[in-house]
């Protein structure tokens, strides 16, 4: 199957901070979404980017589908925005693979 | 609305009993997956229906089945589990077409005794 790594897979940072996560997968990919998952576990839907660039509020995404990587801005960081961020890629016919995840904690 | 309902929300179950998970959307989606997540892990893939048929089944033990009884629901029934299979269990939905993107439910928090 498909390898999807992400980096870093732990983050701390202080609230309003800038960071990057980024997600490399192995092989070419249909589709590519990214998730929040809160303490909870409830998986939210932040971005899905196949390619090109998305941008809504202070979270951003860029894929580059060619270079197999995909890349999770968020700026001016809030406590909220702690949790567990994970891409998920699609190869074919709703076959997903997500990502091995990067846990970010923002303090006050 | 983007919204995928899983009941119950948690699970305790001994080994010799059966019980269900259930998982119900109505957004006219007709692709549905079940997926299986332990503690620190990502999300795996369990199963997927397409038009109400299996389309993937990623070699899960025959203690898990799944089933689709129309276009909204799909059901995991769970029997003779193991205490290894204590885990989170997300099922999510997608409208049919290549280019869509998936909807998690919150889950149901399985405990197997």
């Known amino acids: 199957g498909i390898q999807v790594e992400q980096s870093p897979p732990d983050l701390i940072l202080q609230e309003g901070a800038n960071s990057t996560l980024r997600c490399n997968f192995s092989d070419s990919v249909n589709n590519l979404q990214w998730f929040h998952q809160n303490p909870w576990g409830q998986l939210i839907n932040l971005f899905y980017?196949?390619?090109g660039t998305k941008q809504n509020g202070r979270l951003s995404a860029t894929t580059v589908a060619t270079e197999r990587y995909s890349l999770l801005y968020i700026s001016s960081s809030q406590t909220t925005d702690s949790g567990v961020y994970f891409c998920a890629v699609e190869r074919l016919g709703n076959q997903f693979y997500f990502g091995t995840g990067t846990s970010l904690t923002v303090i006050p | 609305d983007t919204e995928v309902t899983q009941t119950p929300k948690h699970l305790v179950m001994g080994m010799t009993n059966k019980k269900s998970l259930k998982c119900e959307q109505h957004m006219g989606h007709r692709a549905m997956y079940w997926y299986k997540q332990k503690a620190k892990k990502p999300p795996e893939l369990m199963f997927v229906y397409s038009y109400e048929k299996l389309s993937i089944n990623e070699s899960v033990p025959s203690r898990f089945s799944p089933e689709c009884p129309n276009s909204s629901l799909l059901n995991l029934h769970l029997h003779a589990l193991q205490p290894e299979d204590s885990a989170l269990y997300l099922c999510?939905?997608?409208?049919?077409?290549?280019?869509?993107?998936?909807?998690f439910g919150p889950g149901t928090r399985l405990t197997v005794t």
């Open positions: 980017i196949p390619s």
């Open positions: 999510a939905s997608r409208r049919p077409g290549r280019v869509n993107e998936q909807y």
